[in-house]
């Protein structure tokens, strides 16, 4: 038996999820935002519990949305370019870890409203959110939330409000020396009080400073944000930057919903919104493992019941010393579309990533599902090059030895993005 990449897919909208976060209220706030949008048309709000009354909704799916966009979330009577023009929201579209990119409304406000929220749980923070509050964005230029910024431009050009886009580029693995050096002096000049950005973007940017000595600018804290984090990637930053490192997870198209405390949990951070974790059925999964589910009506432009996030996490229901609110994550796994089943298991990104973890000197790598089974293992070996059979031997050893199975690695010059910028560090078989 081999992976083949999607074998488990379905969850039953009536079992029992394995954690619920968020679960306040009545659900009459959710009936009103959800009640009279045509893609909620003929739906039950009416009566029981906000558990109950989410447990009679079916599941939608990033399909759904762009089905149903926009004439799915207009109410009678409304149309997209007269809400446009109001300036009641706004179309924003998202960089899109599977599937095509997809559009979705967001009412104004609203995205800072909650994200500042989330932000605010968080006590290190917390003192330095006020007015004059700066941040620098590190990610794809084609996925920064209200901006896209590719090409030549100038530091003023990529400054929206508090925030500025510090990238231009499609691809790190090829940034001059002169783009990383730009990047390097703009965060001097700008002084954010953090920087909120993708792992493979940073640590490349960390990896610059490390190699010219150049000292990186005092930050008071750094957010992990937009794609799985690798730990390779993690380590690479923490080595240069001397800040608190807190991953941030959110979606585009539904809001934020998990932040990372100064004790490295991940908290439940979402406001007017419920995430369950549900088990996909017949998986084989560990115990403890399921799929993000959100239920989001802070944005009344579109509000989402129950949307597959396709995102795997671990749960935890230990409490945590660090004086945040928010339930408890224990960690992300990864795209349940990344899976890899094999006879001796089922292995999240974060499995495969975490058996790599000791084998040091490895900048990026892709596993992907060789035919016939096995594993392939590419890889991009820290420089000096020259180690890198070494490093495949490492690598097959550790991998072989938690998947059990034939494990083949290799060193390769670069491993592109994806379409969508960001990086897949696992591919099943199709
Ligand atoms: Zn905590």
């Known amino acids: 038996m081999s992976s083949s990449g999607a074998p488990f897919f379905a969850l039953d909208p009536r079992a029992l999820p394995l954690m619920v976060y968020g679960l306040m209220g009545d659900g009459a706030a959710l009936a009103a935002a959800a009640r009279d949008l045509p893609i909620y048309a003929g739906r039950d709000f009416h009566g029981g519990s906000l558990a109950e009354i989410l447990a009679r909704q079916p599941f939608m799916d990033k399909a759904d949305l762009r089905r149903q966009f926009p004439a799915g979330f207009l109410r009678p009577g409304e149309n997209l370019a007269s809400l446009l023009a109001s300036r009641r929201a706004e179309v924003v579209r998202t960089s899109g870890t599977s599937g095509d990119r997809l559009q ?20 290190l923070m917390a003192p330095h959110l006020g007015n004059g509050y700066r941040e620098a964005v590190l990610t794809t230029p084609l996925c920064s939330e209200s901006v896209c910024k590719t090409g030549p431009t100038t530091m003023e050009e990529r400054c929206v409000d508090h925030l500025l886009f ?5 691809d790190p693995t090829h940034w001059k020396t002169g783009e990383l050096d730009r990047m390097a002096a703009e965060l001097e000049r700008f002084q954010p009080a ?11 940017l960390a990896r610059h400073f490390a190699r010219t000595g150049r000292q990186p600018p005092p930050l008071r804290w750094i957010l992990l944000a937009y794609e799985f984090v ?4 993690r ?14 997870y959110g979606l585009t198209e539904a809001g934020v919903f998990f932040l990372e405390c100064p004790l490295g949990r991940l908290h439940f951070c979402g406001s007017e919104s419920v995430v369950e974790v549900l088990r996909p059925e017949n998986c084989g999964l560990r115990e403890g493992v399921g799929e993000v589910v959100v239920t989001s009506w802070g944005n ?19 409490p945590c010393g660090c004086g945040m609110r928010g ?4 960690r992300f796994e990864g795209r349940l579309r990344d899976v890899l089943a094999f006879p001796s298991g089922f292995f999240t990104p974060r499995d495969i990533d975490e058996a790599l973890a000791p084998v040091s000197g490895i900048m990026r790598y892709r596993c992907t599902e060789e035919v016939g089974g096995g594993l392939r293992v590419a890889f991009v070996a820290e420089p000096p090059a020259g180690n890198g059979n070494q490093l495949a031997q490492a690598i097959e050893k550790c991998l072989g030895d938690r998947l059990k199975l034939a494990v083949r690695a290799e060193p390769v010059p670069f491993i592109a993005p994806e379409p969508s910028g960001k990086y897949r560090s696992v591919v099943p078989r199709a």
């Open 327 to 330: 339930g408890v994550l224990r």
């Open 230 to 233: 690798c730990g390779h990637d």
């Open 300 to 318: 009344r432009a579109a509000p989402l019941l129950r949307y597959r996030t396709g995102d795997l996490v671990s749960v935890d229901g230990a």
């Open 194 to 204: 953090a920087l909120e950005a993708a792992p493979t973007y940073l640590a490349a």
């Open 235 to 248: 380590t690479a930053v923490r080595e240069v930057f001397d800040s608190p490192i807190f991953e941030f």
């Open 166 to 170: 510090l990238n231009t580029q499609y």
């Open 104 to 123: 979705v409304l967001w009412e104004a406000g609203w995205w800072e409203r909650q994200e500042r929220a989330a932000l605010l749980m968080n006590p």
